[in-house]
Structure formats: C-alpha cells, structure tokens
C-alpha cells in the first residue's frame, strides 16, 4: 500500500508541475500590453515602461518562469497585481466559499444518485425509465438555468430563502443554511441526475456477473449479496464518476457564484481574468490542480482498499 501511494503522490506532483508551467507560459505567451492594461488608457510610454520593470515584464519569459517557479515550491505565489495584496491570502478569503458548496453537494448528490441508482439497477421499471429520464434532462438543461429557476420561484417569489449574498457560518449558522442551500441545490440537480444513471449502469453490470448468479445459487439472501457484494464491487467505477462530477462542479461554481453574488472562487477568477492579474491567476490554477490531484488520491485509495488488484496496477 506505501508503494502505491507513493507513485500516486509522485504521479500527482509530476502532473501539478506540468499542469502549472503550462499554464504559466500560455498565460504570459497570449497576454500582451500586460502593463498598459493595469494603468489604463491614459498611461504614458514612460509610465508602462516603469510598469514593465517593476512588473518583471521586460526580463525573457524564462527568467520570469523560473523565477515563479523558485518563490511558488515555497508557497509564495507573489502579491495580486490589482490590489497588491498576497496571492495567497486572496485565495484563501474565497477557497472556504467554493469548498463548502462542492463538499456539501457532491456528499448530498453521492447519497441521491446512489440511492436512485442502485434502486433503478435492482427495481427496474418505472424507478429505472425515470432515472434514465432525469438524466438526459440533467445534461439537456445547463446548471445556471437551474439556478436561475430556483431563485426566480423559491426567492424572489416565495421570499423563502435569500436570492443572493453570503453568510458566514461563524456568524450565523441558521442564515449560512439559507445563504447556500439555493446554490448547493443547483449543483446537485445536474450531477444526481448524470451519476445515478452511471451507477445504475454499474450496478446491473455487477448483478449480471456469474458470480452473483453463484452466490445466488447458494441460498444468500438477495439483500445480503447487494450490500456485500454488489455494492462493493460497482463503488469503483460510482467514485470514478463522482469525482469527475467534482471536478466538473469546481468549474461549475464559477456561473453558480456569479448568479448567487457568492465571493467564491468563480467570482475571483472571473474578476483575475478580465484584469489581467497574471500572479493570481496562476494562484488560482495551482490551487485549482492541487485540489482535483487530492480527490483523485483519495479515491484512487478508497478503490485500492475496495479492489487489491488497482494496487498491484
């Protein structure tokens, strides 16, 4: 088990390395008159110039690179070219935000689409036509649609919960309750619909295998062999699919935040982007990586203690 985790950090680091000086150089390769865009239109020549030194901007891209590369091992990822406050510090105000959505409804989708996959699989009938049925509307309707209904109905309508805004759980556990469970809402309809009917594919791919028909043959108990058998050996391929959805979610937030005026992650990359904030988007893709490289761990662990032969892989 040690070994296996070992070449899974490693495979881990090696990719966050290739990910970050990807992106460094497409970022600084498609930026231009990165200087005139933070002074503005009525900057002078001599002005940018001054810019571009203080900015590192007139050195060669390699220098710059590895320069980056040198601070950002030691987890300085320099200070926000916008406001001159730490890249660091900036992502750490919104990681809590987005953190909490993902966590909270890819937990809340897992228990849903399992539920209804695993009863599609073993009931059949209408349960299953209706899984399949929900998933098709799940990939036809983009999440911001579903999020502009719920808004439009359950807030602006019934006043039951509020349209936007964010609430600290420090502050007001009950307000932080209402403040997310609209956005929480909206991206778990969109992903309980596409992994319920992932996992019911697994699952009936399971309860047709000889060895069920054996453990069958024997006597077990029907409920006995789905949660000791079945369950266990479909979990890989529902994990699979649900840390895709986390990783889909984590992009997804960025309309959900921007819609539910949330001060996440999605709102400040936004906001880096359109202001060329070059150091802080880095920050925010490093991050990003560093996040989806953990779940990817976790389960690569969890579907290495359901199944020894992913660990001898």
Do not use: C
Request: proline share 4%.
């Amino acid at each position: 088990m040690a070994s296996f985790l070992a070449k899974r950090f490693l495979s881990g680091v090696l990719l966050l390395f290739a990910i970050s000086s990807m992106a460094f150089f497409l970022i600084y390769a498609s930026t231009t008159n990165i200087a005139s865009n933070i002074l503005g239109e009525g900057a002078t020549p001599d002005q940018i110039l001054k810019k571009s030194h203080e900015l590192g901007l007139d050195q060669p891209i390699t220098t710059r690179y590895l320069s980056w590369l040198k601070h950002a091992v030691r987890g300085d990822f320099g200070t926000s070219w916008a406001n001159n406050d730490s890249v660091v510090s900036e992502i750490m105000r919104r990681l809590p935000v987005t953190l909490s959505l993902v966590l909270i409804a890819i937990f809340i989708a897992a228990v849903l689409a399992t539920t209804l996959g695993v009863l599609a699989a073993i009931k059949g009938g209408a349960i299953d036509r209706t899984v399949q049925i929900l998933a098709v509307a799940g990939f036809a309707i983009p999440g911001f649609i579903v999020a502009i209904i719920l808004v439009t109905f359950l807030a602006v309508k019934a006043h039951i919960f509020p349209a936007t805004g964010w609430v600290a759980f420090g502050e007001n556990p009950a307000n932080w309750a209402k403040s997310i469970t609209l956005p929480v809402v909206s991206l778990v309809i969109a992903t309980m619909t596409s992994s319920a009917q992932q996992i019911r594919s697994a699952v009936k791919s399971v309860l047709e295998r000889d060895f069920i028909r054996t453990l069958t043959s024997r006597g077990i108990s029907r409920r006995e062999i789905i949660i000791k058998h079945v369950l266990r050996a479909a979990a890989p391929a529902g994990l699979t699919v649900l840390s895709l959805q986390f990783v889909g979610m984590l992009g997804g937030t960025v309309i959900v935040e921007k819609i539910f005026a949330l001060p996440g992650m999605g709102d400040l990359v936004v906001n880096a982007t359109a202001s060329g904030d070059t150091p802080l988007v880095m920050g925010i893709v490093v991050y990003t990586v560093i996040i989806v490289i953990v779940i990817n761990l976790v389960v690569d662990l969890i579907n290495g203690w359901l199944n020894p032969k992913v660990r001898v892989q």
